[in-house]
C-alpha cells in the first residue's frame, strides 16, 4: 500500500527559513511522522555544501553565499527554478541514500521525457544533463536516518548567476533550462509532472498539506527574512 507523504507547494520563500524549517522538522519528527516533500522557488541565492571550496564562488556580488549542511559543492537557487526538499525516514521507506540518490535523478527524466526532453547521468557527476549541460542538480543531508535538502531544477529562470560560480565544483559546467529546450515557462506545471513522477518512482500517495512551514513563528521567519536581506547588502 502507498504510504502517505505530505506535500507542501510553499511557492517563493527566502533560503535561511526553508532550512531552518526542515532541520527543525527533522530533529522532531519520530517513527510515526509522515514524510513530507516541499516544492518551491528560492529567492536569489548561492549555498556552499559542506565540501565546498571559496575558489569555485567566482564572482558573487550582491547575492548571498551561505554555508550550508548539505552534500557537494557551490549551486545556485533563483524564481523559476524548482526546489524540490524530500522529508524521508530511509529506514522505513527501505532506502539507502545511492538509491534516493538514483530514484531522484529518475524522477527528473521522466519529467523532463513529459515534455520530449532527452535527460540523462553522467557517471561520477550527480545530477542530470541534457547533452552536457546540467539541468537539475542534488544536494542531500541524512541526519538521524532521515533526509535534507534535495533536488534544484532548471524551468525557466535568469541562468547569469550560473556564470559567477562554477556549478557543483566543475569549471566551465554549461547549465540548461527546460524553456531551453522547448519546455513549458510555467513552474506549476512541472511540480505537477514532478510530483506525480516522484510519488510513482518511491511508493508515495500525495496528500495536500497547509502551504506554510511548519512549525515556524511568524516573527522567527520575519527575522530570518531580515537577517538574509543584510547580507546581500
Not at 525516514?89 to 527524466?109: H, N, P, S, T
Request: with cysteine; net charge neutral; hydrophobic share 40%.
Amino acid at each position: 500500500m502507498p504510504r502517505q507523504l505530505n506535500v507542501r507547494r510553499l511557492g517563493r520563500q527566502p533560503y535561511m527559513p526553508v532550512w531552518q524549517a526542515m532541520s527543525d522538522f527533522t530533529d522532531r519528527r519520530g517513527a510515526g511522522t509522515p514524510d513530507e516533500f516541499w516544492l518551491l522557488e528560492h529567492d536569489p541565492v548561492f549555498t556552499l555544501g559542506q565540501a565546498g571550496r571559496m575558489e569555485h564562488v567566482l564572482a558573487p556580488g550582491a547575492i548571498p553565499l551561505i554555508p550550508v549542511d548539505r552534500g557537494g559543492q557551490v549551486t545556485y537557487h533563483g524564481p523559476g527554478q524548482i526546489v524540490g526538499y524530500p522529508l524521508l525516514d530511509l529506514r522505513r521507506a527501505g532506502l539507502g541514500v545511492r538509491d534516493l540518490v538514483r530514484g531522484i535523478e529518475q524522477v527528473l527524466i521522466d519529467t523532463l521525457a513529459h515534455w520530449g526532453i532527452a535527460g540523462e547521468r553522467h557517471a561520477g557527476a550527480p545530477g542530470v544533463y541534457v547533452g552536457t549541460a546540467k539541468i537539475g542538480a542534488l544536494g542531500l543531508r541524512v541526519r538521524r536516518g532521515c533526509t535534507l535538502h534535495g533536488l534544484a531544477f532548471n524551468v525557466a529562470m535568469d541562468l547569469e548567476p550560473f556564470q559567477r560560480i562554477d556549478p557543483c565544483g566543475y569549471k566551465g559546467l554549461a547549465v540548461a533550462q527546460m524553456l531551453d529546450y522547448g519546455g513549458p515557462p510555467v513552474l506549476a506545471d512541472v511540480e505537477d509532472v514532478l510530483l506525480d513522477a516522484f510519488c510513482a518512482r518511491f511508493g508515495f500517495h500525495p496528500q495536500l498539506a497547509e502551504p506554510r512551514l511548519p512549525g515556524l513563528p511568524a516573527r522567527e521567519a520575519s527575522v530570518a527574512r531580515t537577517s538574509l536581506l543584510r547580507m546581500a547588502k
